[in-house]
């Protein structure tokens, strides 16, 4: 059984932003389990619900994201491990068709591989934040 280190937790945690920065879904996609379950709110307005599973469904449902915002791009906040639970939650700042939000993602990971996301997003912030 393969238990992540907090180090390569957060190694996860910038590999996944420079991943979408770079628009590499095969990238992001790496470390989910074939069943992954992924809930998002966005995801709703693509799929028709917010719970996504599988990794061809996330895989589809983030193509779809991307075509409609194709100058994505992710800015890290911070990582915060709990290695003993194998969680990890990034906070970052989103900045995706002229809008800015911050935003959280929180990862478990099971034998080294991602079971399960889930997206947190707050309200659009500033351009001085």
Known sequence: MKHLTRAELEHHALAWIDAWNRQD????LVPFVDDAVFVSPRAESITGNATVRG???LQNYWK???AAVPD????IETAVCDESSQ?????YVS???GRT???CELMRFRD???VYGEAFYGAEIGPNL
């Open 25 to 28: 879904l095969d990238a992001v």
């Open 95 to 97: 900045r995706a068709g």
């Open 112 to 114: 080294g591989r991602q």
């Open 87 to 91: 969680v990890l939650l990034v906070h």
């Open 64 to 66: 779809k994201a991307l």
């Open 72 to 75: 994505l791009r992710f800015e």
């Open 55 to 57: 990794r061809s469904a």
């Open 101 to 103: 939000v911050r935003a």
